[in-house]
């Protein structure tokens, strides 16, 4: 297997990864947008064109949003987690229950609606159908709306030691 994923002969249906055109893979924006009846989400346009055609669902991290990676992020995801080691029983039951609700070789169709799997949606969203679909930096994050609303007034309680913290790592440099 190629070292570098960022080389994708193999995979022409993602964009190439390189220096010079890496940052074109970053996410971020919000938008708002409701799961249809089969549990399907249109993906936004400009989102749409970072993925490429083929990328994987999963939840995120800490697995409170799904998140939905370009298909070189979730490598580089994955070699992370592999650089962590198998020997570790918490780490494997994390990854277990990961992998579990991993989905790759994921696509739109013709309407730029993904079918988010029954399994991770449920497990993820529960029976919300509103959801707030943000740029991560290398990944899409979807939250059901009430934990977005959640986040966001917790982030303003603690914006202003974030702030504090800020301004002091900026004066160490």
Not at 5 to 30: D, L, T
Not at 118 to 138: F, M, P, S, Y
């Amino acid at each position: 297997m190629d070292q570098h994923p960022e080389n994708n002969a193999q995979n022409p249906s993602q964009p190439p990864v390189n220096p010079e055109n890496e940052r074109k893979i970053r996410f971020i924006g919000s938008f708002n947008h409701s799961l249809d009846t089969k549990g399907r989400l249109v993906i936004p346009q400009v989102f749409r064109e970072k993925l490429g055609e083929r990328f994987c669902v999963a939840p995120s991290f800490d697995f409170k949003s799904i998140a939905v990676y370009p298909t070189v992020m979730w490598e580089r995801r994955n070699e992370a987690y592999e650089k962590l080691g198998k020997l570790n029983p918490a780490l494997n039951r994390y990854l277990e229950q990961f992998y579990a609700l991993s989905y790759d070789e994921q696509a739109c169709d013709g309407q730029g609606r993904v079918l988010l799997p029954v399994n991770i949606r449920q497990k993820i969203l529960g029976d919300e159908r509103d959801v707030e679909i943000t740029g991560a930096n290398d990944h899409i994050r979807v939250v059901a709306e009430g934990v977005s609303k959640v986040s966001w007034e917790q982030f303003n309680a603690e914006l202003p030691e974030l702030l504090d913290m800020i301004a002091k790592l900026e004066t160490q440099e």
